[in-house]
């Protein structure tokens, strides 16, 4: 990364671990502090934080059909009319189940690219 001499502007290349310490400029000898880089957000942050949230939302789900599928069928197996909710609760908690480690790998696979890119600069 590149230091600026507050004094006389020289700009002098300094290793990346050198931010926020104090620094001497080559040119006129002024001690000086090397600003700490900001980081901003990367592009993909915030897509990470959504596709947690909706894998979050389908998983939370998955389990609240899962629990009142097997709830249904313990309580009610000889009523007719509980299998086909239990059925159907089954089958939406397996599926979004399923469905909700789509938007989890997405953003591991994000946040990894973006550790990496972090690490480049
Ligand atoms: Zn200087």
Redesign the pocket.
Known sequence: MDAK?P????VSSVPDNWQGKQGK?K????AFQIPAKKQGPLPGETIVSVFYVVGGLLLFTSFICLFLAFVTLATETTSNGAVVPATTCLFIGISFGLTSVLPFGLAAIIQAINANTRQKH
């Open positions: 001499c004094k006389c502007n020289n400029c040119k006129c000898g002024t």
